[in-house]
Nanobody
Framework: QVQLVESGGGSVQAGRSLRLSCAVS????????MGWFRQAPGKEREGVSRIYIGGGSVYTANHATGRFTISQDNAKNTLYLQMNNLTPEDSAMYYC????????????????????RGQGTQVTVSS
């Protein structure tokens, strides 16, 4: 059974940092597409960053480039999202997701639709 558990969310002031973690269990693939997406109240889900395991390909949304960094630790089966210089616009529920697919189809837009996802961790940024 595949399980993803996010942690690390919280309430911070603008300009501060948070590090989200996603512990993955029960999933193995040589073509792993993983990433983070977020959803704020009344808004659609949007991909934030994604990584393709095996190829090391990373892509981050324009609004997060230079502030957010995605990484993964194979030994710990954990995905991370380091978020710096947070703004109130970053407030949302953040989810991690994973699925097996070719790198060519591991795009930021498909991250919210990947087969497996966690329950989310809330990030609230105050001004």
């Amino acid at each position: 059974q595949v399980q993803l558990v996010e942690s690390g969310g919280g309430s911070v002031q603008a300009g501060r940092s948070l590090r989200l973690s996603c512990a993955v269990s029960g999933f193995t693939s040589s073509s792993t597409c993983m990433g983070w997406f977020r959803q704020a109240p009344g808004k659609e889900r949007e991909g934030v960053s994604r990584i393709y395991i095996g190829g090391g390909s990373v892509y981050t949304a324009n609004h997060a480039t230079g502030r957010f960094t995605i990484s993964q630790d194979n030994a710990k089966n954990t995905l991370y999202l380091q978020m710096n210089n947070l703004t109130p616009e970053d407030s949302a529920m953040y989810y991690c997701a994973v699925d097996s697919r070719p790198m060519s189809s591991c795009t930021l837009s498909v991250i919210p639709a990947l087969k497996y996802r966690g329950q989310g961790t809330q990030v609230t940024v105050s001004s």
